[in-house]
């Protein structure tokens, strides 16, 4: 059987982490595929962490179950339940995910109290779900997958990167702690906030610190928009939305700059030189899907809602690794400079 190594880097995005979910599933199913490292931030950690857990606990089979009990977890979590499940499918999924109105005036809190006063008790259900799912100390000391998880250091706003041998619970939830949700969470003195404020998800430890030479970005934020938003709350969303996509596309066009450069030599006579030269980018996406869904989607935990997203995600790894799988380690399958022209 011909096996081939990557990485993978995946986006946060709160409950459309589920798609995610999908999309390794697919991937931990088929043993051709051999993960060597996995980037994430937020919902993309969270995915990342588990399925290197389970992965060390239980192998392929155990990462797969370890991912379906997480997000069976989350779901099962959920404060409040907006759809009947057998309407949420993926053909009818844009259509049934967004909030219940009535949940919607409840967001509006949001922009004039902190998580400090709504949220006194600093109630996190992320935190016993990870406690009950994840031995963080066998994590530590036995996973061979290697793990570059982003967080936010609230004092500079700059990134800050935790490797496997560092992984705890309050790396986690630093990592998915949205400052208007959650108290900003302390490791050894410091605040860290969202990871996908500076990273989302971070690509270059898996150019520098891994050997395979294929990184898979899982994709959740829609690009690119086609209108112009108007309202004030519209516009409130897109800069929210640009705040947490601005900096993976930022580092990608750093990217594809270097490896141009890196392709104009004779010679590679440096490491990261021959990296770039050598390097292939691929993308497992649902544009269609995820530009439609509404835009407090992301927080809608629904079960059906969950599901339907990861069977959206097994669906669209199904095609790509239908398509691509021989172009791993040969090819991009993505064109790079396509986002920038």
């Given at each position: ?8 880097a ?10 995610t ?16 490292g996995?980037s994430?931030a ?8 588990v399925?290197?857990?389970?992965m ?11 991912l379906?009990d997480f997000?069976?977890?989350v ?16 053909s009818?999924?844009a ?12 967001l ?61 619970m ?17 490791i050894e003195?410091?605040?860290?906030w969202?990871?996908?404020l ?5 690509l ?11 990184i898979?970005?899982?994709l ?9 938003p108007?309202s004030?709350d519209?516009i409130?969303?897109?800069?929210t ?5 601005s ?23 440096g490491r990261l ?14 544009q269609e899907?995820?530009?439609?869904l509404?835009r407090?989607?992301?927080l ?8 339907g ?21 040969v ?11």
């Amino acid at each position: 059987m011909e096996k081939k190594s990557v990485t993978l880097a995946l986006q946060g995005g709160g409950s459309h982490g589920a798609f995610t979910w999908g999309v390794l599933d697919r991937l931990l199913e088929d043993e051709r595929i051999q993960i060597e490292g996995i980037s994430g931030a937020s919902a993309g950690a969270m995915n990342a962490v588990v399925l290197a857990h389970g992965m060390t606990a239980g192998g392929r089979d155990g990462a797969r179950q370890a991912l379906r009990d997480f997000w069976e977890a989350v779901a099962n979590s959920a404060p409040f339940s907006n759809v009947p499940d057998n309407l949420v499918a993926p053909s009818n999924l844009a259509a049934q995910s967004d909030l219940p109105p009535a949940f919607k005036p409840l967001l509006s809190l949001l922009r004039f109290f902190s998580p400090y006063q709504l949220n006194p008790f600093d109630i996190n259900p992320l935190r016993d779900i990870l406690a009950r799912q994840v031995d963080f100390e066998r994590l530590r000391a036995e996973c061979d997958i290697r793990l570059f998880i982003a967080t936010t250091q609230v004092s500079t706003g700059t990134l800050r990167l935790f490797r496997t041998r560092q992984m705890s619970m309050e790396v986690l939830l630093a990592s998915a702690c949205l400052p208007l949700l959650h108290r900003a969470v302390e490791i050894e003195g410091e605040a860290y906030w969202d990871g996908g404020l500076t990273a989302n998800p971070p690509l270059f430890p898996l150019v520098h610190k891994c050997v395979a030479r294929d990184i898979v970005v899982v994709l959740l934020h829609p690009q690119p928009h086609n209108h112009v938003p108007r309202s004030a709350d519209d516009i409130w969303h897109r800069l929210t939305e640009m705040g947490f996509s601005s900096t993976f596309f930022t580092e990608l066009q750093g990217l594809i700059l270097a490896q141009r450069e890196a392709k104009r030599s004779w010679f590679s006579l440096g490491r990261l030189e021959r990296r770039l030269r050598q390097l292939n980018m691929h993308v497992v996406e649902s544009q269609e899907l995820m530009s439609q869904l509404g835009r407090h989607s992301k927080l809608n935990a629904h079960p059906a809602f969950i599901h339907g997203l990861h069977e959206e995600g097994r669906r669209r790894a199904e095609a790509w690794l239908e398509r691509n799988f021989r172009q791993i380690g040969v090819r991009s399958s993505f064109q790079l400079a396509r986002l920038f022209g």
